[in-house]
């Protein structure tokens, strides 16, 4: 069977308002300004501690004691209040389903507990193989090592690597798999341009699913 690996915010799940609201919710808690929700989504795709660091940085306020503080109001608030503003890409379900004779895994740099809740709460964990989450900082994307890791589980034939930034065409480059880059996520669409295929629906990267790999 073919493996396809999805990254989850901004490609299967549209979260840019709820990241905003996790971010601007630590922001006022720790008594500084609110960040626009575009700058707040350029800040995504390496990690909650990078967000976290790059929101810090933008008010010229990263110490490491109000690093710790933030970071633990972050990550409650936002493990509390996961599935708000979030909603599923349309087109999503039908392209899973359109799957099911593959295997289908997640690779986020989202902390496990925050996927998997996510997954659980808009009903598609059952799609997946597996869900690896950001766990190791050192191993996060475009760390090749936990996409190299499914590879090796779960198929011996093609893997494609479907993401919304320039971080995920990375890790697929340098694992030395295919890329499809979706265009309604993150990344900005100049960024996205070295995968192999660029989409901005699901229907179209349901068709390049099953025809071209």
Partial sequence: MKLFVF????????????????????MKAIGLPEISVAIIASFVGDGSKRLLERCLDYHGANTPDTYSRAWDILFAYYYENVEKCTQLYPGVVEVLDSLRDHHCAVLTNKPQEMADKLLKYLQIENYFCEVVGGKEPEKLKPNPQTLLYLIEKYTNEKTVMIGDSKVDIKVAKNAGVPSVAFTKGFGKVEELQDADFVVDNFAKLGEILRTKF
Avoid: Q, R, S
């Avoid at 990254?7 to 630590?26: C, F, P, R, S, Y």
């Fill in 7 to 26: 990254d989850l915010d901004g490609t299967l799940v549209d979260t840019k308002e709820n990241i905003a609201l996790a971010a601007n919710h630590t």
